[in-house]
């Protein structure tokens, strides 16, 4: 089944699982004059509603490129699922509320062992269905599925303290329900908080998978012509929607047809295996003995700095009498114009026949 189709299914489910709770939750909580379960009942119904935005948002980002967005409407899926993250905090401050006003002023409240039981099958229910819903979303990659999963999971503790907050007021005749309420509303707040940093930051625009930046690399660097292959860059435009562009290094006398059956290549296997789009930038590279030296040379000044990750696509012209070359720069360096100044000027020094291009690359991706 497709991804679209399992979130959609599972997002019915929900709402279907958490109507049928709410009015369960209702009937106990007005009978037992039980805030905790009504409130309970309130939760689930904003569950359920939760469950709808998913859908909706499942829904609208499916839709195909057009003219105006023409990288699809991926997106909008971290949109509902941070609207989804504000509910569960939404839930999670309103259960504070009410129960440190409970902690200061307890109420006595009347539970049957009929009301009992039913809290203890939906506390079970609860924590058997956010299993089920978080184990979909890992599957197929939502994020908002994973939220609602864990919601439910917080939900299930939520509810268990209520009931073992019954069972001591029924018989120990101890009001507990107001200080379980206070710690358990902080859980949810966290993982409200928790899943809105997640969503927001790929929103935003988070680095991109070392582990897949790193395995696209090595992929690139075996294919047939690549001496080496740098500067990944990745835009996500929603769940498995990539777009973004390498470097590779490949000798300096080889020819545009030759270079264009190597990055055509790239471009199509990637693709295929991995599903994103790149485009493939040309390094030319010397492989002569006298390059090899003056990059010895020139790169040896690397180690005065702390800040330099990475060095790569070295080349020397020798008709034109320039050297250039690429440093990969980490993010906490104070000044990335003077670390290129000073290796320019060094690599001038050196060479002084030469003229000096050193660009920095921004850590991008490991
Ligand atoms: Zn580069």
């Known amino acids: 089944m497709d991804r679209e189709k399992v979130i959609i299914k599972v997002s019915v489910q929900g709402i279907i699982f958490n109507v049928i709770l709410v009015i369960f939750k209702a009937i106990v909580g007005l009978m037992a004059n039980s805030i905790a379960i009504i409130l309970d009942a309130v939760n689930n119904l904003s569950d359920a509603l939760a469950q ?51 902690t200061i002023h307890p109420e006595p409240a009347e539970y049957t062992v ?24 890992v599957k197929v990659d939502s994020q908002a599925l994973i939220a609602t999963g864990t919601d439910s999971f917080m939900d299930s503790i939520l509810s268990l303290s209520t009931l073992v907050a019954a069972l001591i007021s029924k018989f120990a005749g101890l009001s507990l329900e ?72 490949v000798d300096a006398n080889m020819t545009a047809d030759e270079i264009h059956l190597i990055t055509d290549r790239i471009m199509r296997d990637i693709y295929d295996e991995y599903g994103i789009v790149l485009t493939v930038g040309i390094y030319a590279s010397n492989t ?11 790169w040896a000044n690397l180690a005065d700095y702390e800040h330099v990750i990475g060095s790569h696509a070295f080349f020397v012209d020798f008709d034109r009498k320039y050297i250039s070359y690429d440093l990969v720069v980490s993010h906490k360096a104070p000044s990335f114009n003077a670390i290129a100044e000073e290796m320019k000027a060094k690599t001038e020094e050196l060479y002084p026949d030469f003229k000096a291009v050193v660009n920095i690359d921004h850590d991008y991706s490991d």
């Open 114 to 137: 009929a009301a009992l039981i039913i809290i203890a099958v939906a506390v079970v229910a609860k924590f058997l269905f956010g299993r089920y819903v978080k184990a979909q979303g």
């Open 52 to 102: 709808i935005i998913t859908i909706v948002g499942t829904k609208l980002s499916a839709k195909e490129p057009d003219k105006e967005h023409p990288y699809g409407y991926g997106r909008i899926e971290y949109i509902s699922s941070a609207i989804v993250a504000v509910l569960v905090l939404f839930a999670g401050v309103t259960a504070l509320k009410e129960s440190a006003v409970k």
């Open 178 to 249: 107001g200080i379980l309420g206070v710690i358990l509303s902080l859980f949810i707040i966290k993982a409200g908080i928790d899943i809105l940093k997640e969503t927001l930051g790929s929103i935003i625009g988070d680095r991109a998978d070392g582990e897949l930046t790193v395995a696209l690399k090595k992929r690139i660097r075996e294919m047939d012509g690549v001496n080496g292959a740098y500067d990944v860059i990745l835009h996500d435009y929603g769940p498995s929607r990539s777009i973004g562009s390498v470097h590779i290094e």
């Open 288 to 298: 002569d003995e006298t390059t090899k030296e003056m990059r010895k040379n020139i």
